[in-house]
């Protein structure tokens, strides 16, 4: 069983259109996180969440938005989408994010998002 | 702003010989630090954790230490083999609780 999945694994999509990335992990863990990295490789933190609460909040266009129906789940749809949105996203989980919990992160295997 | 850099970016050594990557980071005020690895069209493997509190820690082949007040971790990776080939991601965990990432070391195995 996958402990964090995503889906789609590929996305390819015009400018202009509305897409939403579905992930979902079945470790019990209370937070979630969304991230991006970008063509020279880095990693960066979009959005985290804890218990359905939102926790972290980079600065990410308002087209971005995280939804998180469940503890389990947590969406990311894009609006609007633009050339430089393409890039591979990826869903995280840990246990917890408080100190003295195990924030030990779990990743999805991505979604590679390509706007034309 | 924390930073995390990880050199070298590319190493690639015959197989059995050890492997010493390198990552540090600029705020030594960190939760943890945690080594991924991330294979072609994949995402991230957790490799090993290592609390604030901790000097290292080892999981079969891997040892990773961590010395904060310099702002430096190490991975070893024993004996090499060909199947170790991937790239290697250090991430460091701030008070905030998020994880900044450094820009990976790829290696290859050659058998």
């Known amino acids: 069983d996958t402990a964090v999945s995503q889906t789609p694994k590929y996305l390819v999509t015009q400018m202009g259109n509305d897409k939403s990335i579905k992930c979902e992990q079945n470790?019990?863990?209370?937070?979630m996180y969304w991230y991006k990295q970008d063509s020279k490789k880095f990693l960066k933190i979009m959005f985290s969440?804890?218990?359905?609460?939102?926790?972290i909040n980079e600065t990410v266009p308002n087209r971005f938005s995280p939804k998180s129906p469940d503890k389990a789940h947590l969406n990311l749809h894009i609006n609007s989408l633009e050339l430089g949105d393409s890039a591979v996203y990826f869903c995280?989980?840990?246990?917890?994010?408080?100190?003295?919990?195990?924030?030990?992160?779990?990743f999805g295997q991505g979604t590679r998002l390509t706007v034309v | 702003k924390q930073e995390v850099t990880q050199i070298p970016a590319a190493l690639s050594v015959p197989e059995g010989e050890n492997l010493v990557l390198n990552c540090s980071f600029t705020?030594?005020?960190?939760?943890?630090l945690q080594w991924f690895r991330q294979d072609p069209g994949k995402g991230l493997t957790s490799l090993l954790l290592?609390?604030?509190?901790?000097r290292e820690q080892t999981s079969g082949r891997l040892n990773a230490s961590l010395d904060k007040s310099s702002g430096r971790s190490t991975l070893y990776i024993a004996a090499s083999q060909p199947g170790d080939s991937a790239t290697y991601l250090c991430?460091?965990?701030?008070?905030?609780?998020?994880?900044?990432f450094g820009a990976g070391t790829t290696v290859t195995v050659r058998a």
């Open positions: 705020d030594s005020a960190i939760y943890n």
């Open positions: 290592i609390q604030s509190s901790q």
């Open positions: 969440y804890n218990n359905k609460e939102l926790i």
């Open positions: 991430a460091v965990e701030d008070a905030d609780y998020k994880l900044s």
């Open positions: 995280a989980s840990s246990q917890d994010m408080s100190p003295g919990f195990n924030t030990e992160a779990f």
């Open positions: 470790l019990g863990h209370d937070t």
